[in-house]
C-alpha cells in the first residue's frame, strides 16, 4: 500500500510539474522559430521570397516571411502576400466536384461522355468516369502540344488546354488501373463544374468555399492574370532573377490545374475549414483524404492518391499520416501538408522558384513535432 501511494504522489507530481511548468514544450517551440528564423534569413532581402505558418491544435506554432513580392517596387513578401499557390488549386476544383455529389447533382462514377460528349472516340470517353480524372487515372494522353504552340498556351484556357484530350483514340492505359498525373484532367473537371453548376467556376469556388472559409483575399484566375495587389513570380537567369509567371509561363492561363491565388493566412484558413467541416460534410472530407482504391489497380506500387491530395505513410504505424499537395507554376512554388495525428498544419508559398519542404519537414522531425 505504501508503495502505490508513493507512486500516485510521483505520478500526480509529474502531471503538476507538466501541467504548471510546461518547460519542455516551450523550449521546442523556442528551437522551433529559431531553426526557421534561421532557415529563413538566410536569404538576400533584396530578392524574391515567401512566407511558412505552421499551425499546432489551431495556434500558430511558427509564422515567418522573408524576401519581396515584387522585386521592382520592393514591396516586402509577408504572411498576407496573395500568391499563386499552383496545383493546390486541384484541391479547390475537387471540393467543387464533391460538392455537387453532396448536392445530388453529379456522380463521382459518371462517364465524362455525358459533359463531352464531342469525344472522337466515344468509347474512350465511356470508360472514364469523373472519379479517373481526379485520381489521375483516366489514362487520358496529355497530347497538347505546349512546346510547340507556346504562344497559344500563353492565353489558352480551360477550354483550349482540355481540348486536345477530346482528340484521344489510344489511352496510355485502362482507367482506375494505374497513375499519371494530369493537368489537363483538372482544366476538364472545372468545366464538368461550369456545366452542371450553370456559373463560372471560379465564382463557383469563390462563393462556396472561400466565403465560409473566410478566404477574403484569395482569388482565382479568370480569363487574365491578376496583376495588381499580388506577388509575381520569378526565377534567376545568370546572377539576376527574372520575372516568370503570366506572359512568360505557358498554361498559366488554364485556372483549373493552377489559377487559385492566396497568402499564406488563406491557406492556412483554408486547412482549418477543411478540418472543420465548413463547407463540406464531413463524411465528404474524409471521402477526399483517404486513398482511393481501384479494384483493377494493376501498377506494382500501391497508390497514394486520394481525391486530388496525396496520401503518405497511410500505412505505416512509424510515420506520421500526411496529406498534403503542391504547387508549383512558372516561378511560383507552394505546399499544404497536414498532419492529422499531430494536429498540425504546415503551409508555405514562394515566389522564387525555390522549395522548403524538406527542411522544414527535417526541423519538426528533429524537435519531434512529426515522426519521419
Not at 103 to 129: H, M, Q, T, W
Request: aromatic content about 12%; overall charge negative; some cysteine.
Amino acid at each position: 500500500m505504501k508503495r502505490t501511494a508513493l507512486f500516485l504522489v510521483a505520478l500526480l507530481t509529474m502531471v503538476a510539474v507538466f501541467i504548471f511548468f510546461p518547460g519542455r514544450s516551450d523550449k521546442a517551440a523556442r528551437m522551433l522559430n529559431a531553426r526557421l528564423d534561421s532557415l529563413v534569413s538566410g536569404f538576400s532581402a533584396g530578392e524574391p521570397g515567401g512566407s511558412i505558418m505552421i499551425m499546432k491544435n489551431g495556434k500558430t506554432l511558427y509564422s515567418g516571411s522573408f524576401g519581396l513580392e515584387d522585386i521592382v517596387t520592393g514591396e516586402p513578401f509577408t504572411t498576407k502576400t496573395i500568391s499563386n499557390i499552383g496545383s493546390i488549386s486541384k484541391t479547390f476544383v475537387a471540393y467543387g466536384i464533391l460538392l455537387l455529389r453532396e448536392e445530388g447533382r453529379l456522380s463521382l462514377n459518371d462517364s465524362i461522355i455525358k459533359y463531352f460528349p464531342d469525344f472522337i472516340d466515344r468509347e474512350i470517353a465511356e470508360k472514364v468516369r469523373i472519379i479517373h480524372l481526379l485520381t489521375h487515372t483516366s489514362g487520358l494522353p496529355d497530347s497538347r502540344n505546349v512546346s510547340d504552340n507556346s504562344e497559344f498556351y500563353l492565353t489558352a484556357g480551360d477550354e483550349e488546354n482540355f481540348a486536345p484530350l477530346k482528340l484521344t483514340t489510344t489511352l496510355e492505359f485502362e482507367p482506375g488501373s494505374r497513375w499519371n498525373y494530369s493537368n489537363p484532367s483538372y482544366n476538364g473537371l472545372a468545366l464538368i463544374i461550369e456545366q452542371v453548376s450553370g456559373m463560372r467556376w471560379q465564382d463557383f469556388i469563390a462563393r462556396n468555399i472561400f466565403e465560409p472559409a473566410g478566404m477574403d483575399d484569395s482569388r482565382i484566375t479568370d480569363g487574365a492574370y491578376p496583376d495588381t495587389g499580388v506577388a509575381h513570380g520569378y526565377r534567376r537567369v545568370g546572377n539576376l532573377f527574372g520575372e516568370y509567371d503570366y506572359g512568360e509561363f505557358p498554361t498559366f492561363n488554364a485556372a483549373g490545374n493552377g489559377g487559385v491565388w492566396c497568402s499564406v493566412e488563406d491557406l492556412i484558413k483554408y486547412a482549418e475549414a477543411i478540418d472543420n467541416c465548413s463547407f463540406l460534410d464531413c463524411e465528404s472530407v474524409t471521402l477526399s483524404k483517404e486513398v482511393w482504391e481501384f479494384p483493377e489497380w494493376g501498377a506494382p506500387e500501391p497508390s497514394t492518391q486520394g481525391v486530388s491530395w496525396v496520401v503518405n505513410n497511410s500505412s505505416d504505424p512509424e510515420k506520421s499520416l500526411c496529406i498534403e499537395h503542391t504547387g508549383s507554376q512558372g516561378g511560383f512554388r507552394a505546399h499544404l501538408m497536414i498532419y492529422p495525428g499531430e494536429d498540425i498544419v504546415v503551409a508555405w508559398l514562394s515566389n522564387n522558384s525555390r522549395g522548403y519542404t524538406d527542411q522544414i519537414r527535417r526541423i519538426l522531425i528533429g524537435l519531434g513535432y512529426i515522426r519521419a
